[in-house]
């Protein structure tokens, strides 16, 4: 079964600055990888995917992510924060078939963002 | 407006005391899936279907039944309701399955007593 890491419980950034946002997964075949965000008391949007191509993938927002299959990683990263970013983030990895190869969610990183 | 709705959004009950929480999308979608929100633990899997008649455990069914009668509809059942279930529910939807974008409800959030 796949898994995901987010090591990142929380952080902090001030208005303005770049940010990075850190993803780890672990499966066995090309994986497909997911940025999702929870605004609070809202369910979760796409940010962005990546399937195949391009291993730096646009999303909304502003939003980019890099695939690097050497490094098992998909950072988030965004070159300038707004307030309206904070939020909670999630990376996710999907797979084809079913149980514990379906869709799988890091923990989260609570993303606050300081005037 | 392509949504999918869940109903209700929030519900407090007592333990053993059956209830539904009703998940519908009108995007047509053959997948749907249902996912609990737990503090420090993120989003887990509890059941998905691939279409209508068709369902799966995900990575943690223990306590939950699903059904899939409609392509539209996707209600979480809890038979006997127990404290450790009380969580935020999220009803999701997609039209290409796990590997797919997957559109979320606005969640409901149960307590158990």
């Known amino acids: 079964a796949q898994s995901v890491t987010q090591p990142d419980i929380h952080i902090t950034v001030s208005e303005g600055a770049s940010l990075e946002l850190r993803c780890n997964y672990s499966?066995?075949?090309?994986?497909?990888l997911f940025w999702y965000v929870q605004s609070p008391g809202q369910g979760l949007q796409l940010l962005l995917k990546?399937?195949?191509?391009d291993t730096l993938v646009q999303g909304i927002k502003g939003f980019e992510a890099e695939f690097k299959r050497s490094q098992s990683s998909f950072n988030l990263r965004k070159p300038s924060v707004h307030w309206s970013d904070a939020a909670e983030y999630f990376c996710a990895v999907g797979a084809w078939g079913g149980g514990a190869d379906g869709l799988t969610f890091g923990k989260g990183t609570h993303l606050i963002i300081q005037p | 407006e392509a949504q999918v709705t869940q109903n209700p959004r929030y519900l407090i009950t007592v333990t053993g005391k059956k209830l539904t929480v009703t998940c519908s999308q009108n995007?047509?979608?053959?997948?749907m899936s249902w996912y609990r929100q737990d503090p420090g633990l993120g989003l887990r899997q509890i059941y998905y279907?691939?279409?209508?008649?068709?369902?799966d455990k995900g990575d943690v069914p223990e306590g939950y039944k699903v059904s899939r009668k409609e392509k539209r509809n996707f209600p979480l059942i809890l038979e006997s309701p127990s404290p450790n279930q009380t969580s935020l529910y999220f009803c999701?939807?997609?039209?290409?399955?796990?590997?797919?974008?997957?559109?979320f409800g606005p969640g409901t959030r149960l307590t158990v007593l």
């Open positions: 990546y399937f195949s191509g």
């Open positions: 499966y066995g075949a090309t994986p497909y």
């Open positions: 995007m047509n979608h053959e997948y």
């Open positions: 279907s691939m279409n209508v008649e068709v369902t």
């Open positions: 999701a939807s997609s039209s290409g399955g796990h590997t797919d974008t997957q559109y």
